[in-house]
T-cell receptor, first 116, second 114 residues
Framework: GAVVSQHPSWVICKSGTSVKIECRSLDFQATTMFWYRQFPKQSLMLMATSNEGSKATYEQGVEKDKFLINHASLTLSTLTVTSAHPEDSSFYIC????????????FGPGTRLLVL | DQQVKQNSPSLSVQEGRISILNCDYTNSMFDYFLWYKKYPAEGPTFLIS?????DKNEDGRFTVFLNKSAKHLSLHIVPSQPGDSAVYFCAATYDGTSYGKLTFGQGTILTVHP
């Protein structure tokens, strides 16, 4: 199946700093990428949907100025957590779908963020 | 508001027996349901899906049953194998596809003992 990678796999940062997470589709062109967040013992919650070349659509309750999403190419989307705080500590996971991956989303392995 | 719920956080089964994972949903607009499997340090991988116009879909050892009136679906794995040990998520969508917005349950950890 198609492969989606994420980098970094885990990151520790100080409160107030910004963190960028990359999501790449390695062997297909991802017209749409999704960003999810998972808190311990909770489900994956969709944060935003991004289509290549256009602004991301954020779910209710997700601050677009805090979670900046850029989908500048068909193989790369980035999520930047700006001015991170301890409550932003979570597991962030992306998924991608595109012309070659019809009818399914392929997920990355996730990024564990810990804000001290 | 948890629209998709997996009330059993874990399930332990003997190899060769049947594993039954359950999922309930509250949103009657959902029309497509999926099961994903997740190993540690990996992303969820698609397992099997079912449209709301069906009540059963089978793929090898995996069968998904949908009871729309009860807003309940289940995943049956027969026979269970140790390699099936993973976290299983059910998910639902209301755009009839698996490549749109997904709403996930909390996941069930399945352990299959040799």
């Amino acid at each position: 199946g198609a492969v989606v990678s994420q980098h970094p796999s885990w990151v520790i940062c100080k409160s107030g700093t910004s963190v960028k997470i990359e999501c790449r589709s390695l062997d297909f062109q991802a017209t749409t990428m999704f960003w999810y967040r998972q808190f311990p013992k909770q489900s994956l919650m969709l944060m935003a949907t991004s289509n290549e070349g256009s602004k991301a659509t954020y779910e209710q309750g997700v601050e677009k100025d805090k979670f900046l999403i850029n989908h500048a190419s068909l193989t790369l989307s980035t999520l930047t957590v700006t001015s991170a705080h301890p409550e932003d500590s979570s597991f962030y996971i992306c998924s991608a779908t595109g012309l070659a991956s019809q009818e399914t989303q392929y997920f990355g392995p996730g990024t564990r963020l810990l804000v001290l | 508001d948890q629209q998709v719920k997996q009330n059993s956080p874990s399930l332990s089964v003997q190899e060769g027996r049947i594993s039954i994972l359950n999922c309930d949903y509250t949103n009657s607009m959902f029309d497509y349901f999926l099961w994903y499997k997740k190993y540690p340090a990996e992303g969820p991988t698609f397992l099997i899906s079912i449209s709301s116009i069906k009540d059963k879909n089978e793929d090898g050892r995996f069968t998904v049953f949908l009871n729309k009136s009860a807003k309940h679906l289940s995943l049956h794995i027969v026979p269970s194998q140790p390699g099936d040990s993973a976290v299983y998520f059910c998910a639902a969508t209301y755009d009839g596809t698996s490549y749109g917005k997904l709403t996930f349950g909390q996941g069930t950890i399945l352990t299959v003992h040799p």
